[in-house]
Structures are given as structure tokens and as C-alpha cells.
């Protein structure tokens, strides 16, 4: 048995969430197309049009806000209300911005606020997502589970 030398990335500092705007929706989708491409292979599922499309079909700008680093856009993330609670959708973080604690800072703000409100979050997740670890140091838990979320 081998373990392999690992590289730790230093965390992100002075990341910000501005309001998305209708422009934002082609460079959402092709972060979409990068971040989702190994789990939707994974699972059958990859489409290269139809990924980017889907973005398109739900993106929501009112709902949703842009994660910038540097004055860069390296994510987003949306939370719409629906159900009876607030939906966590779309939280897309760019690959070199993964495993730096950006995503754990997003979400606790995003948590901070539905908290302030009052509001429970809920979300999907794909089979097998590496993202279902940083849901659940979160405090989510699984509620339902079917073929192709868990």
C-alpha cells in the first residue's frame, strides 16, 4: 500500500457575492459544463448542449449571486424560494477555487441569511458528488434519495 504526496491549496481570501445579471448566464453555463462534466459522465448523463441549456432554462438572476475572487468571477450560487422553503441550486465553483475553503465560506453565509429569515434549505445533490461531504459538514441530511441524486 502507496499513499501519494498530496497538495494542500492555501484558502481563498477576500472572496465577495455580487448580483447576478442576465449577462452572466453564458459564463455560468460553461462553468456549469466544466464543474458538473466528471459527475454527469460518471453517471451517463453528459450532454454538451443539453447541460448548458439547462442552466439556461433555470437561470434565475434575482435569485442568484456571483462568487468573485480578484475581481474575477469564480462561481455562483442560487437560492430560490419554493416548497415552502428556500432551494439551493446551482452552487458551481470554479476547479482551481475547489478544496480552498470558498465553498465553506459561501455557504455559511447563505445559511446565515435563510437562518436569519427563518427558512429551511434544501437541495439535490448528484450520486456520488464529491459536494454531498461539504453539505453535510453543513448540517445537511439526506431526506429522500432516487437514481440519479442522493
Known amino acids: 500500500m502507496a499513499v501519494s504526496a498530496r497538495t494542500t491549496l492555501a484558502p481563498v481570501a477576500g472572496w465577495v457575492l455580487r448580483s447576478a445579471v442576465a449577462a452572466d448566464i453564458e459564463v455560468i453555463a460553461e462553468l456549469l459544463a466544466t464543474v458538473m462534466r466528471a459527475d454527469l459522465e460518471r453517471l451517463g448523463r453528459y450532454d454538451e448542449h443539453r447541460v448548458r441549456q439547462r442552466l439556461r432554462d433555470s437561470f434565475s438572476p434575482q435569485h442568484t449571486s456571483i462568487i468573485m ?16 422553503r428556500q432551494w439551493l441550486e446551482h452552487f458551481y465553483l470554479a476547479p482551481h477555487c ?12 447563505v445559511l446565515e ?11 439535490n445533490v448528484l450520486q456520488g458528488s464529491a459536494a454531498r461531504r ?8 439526506v431526506e429522500a434519495q432516487d437514481r440519479s441524486t442522493s
Open 69 to 84: 475572487i480578484d475581481g474575477e468571477l469564480a462561481g455562483c450560487v442560487t437560492v430560490r424560494p419554493a416548497e415552502g
Open 98 to 109: 475547489q478544496g480552498r475553503e470558498v465553498g465553506s465560506a459561501v455557504l455559511c453565509t
Open 113 to 123: 441569511r435563510t437562518d436569519a429569515q427563518g427558512m429551511t434549505v434544501g437541495l
Open 134 to 141: 461539504l453539505y453535510e459538514r453543513h448540517g445537511f441530511v
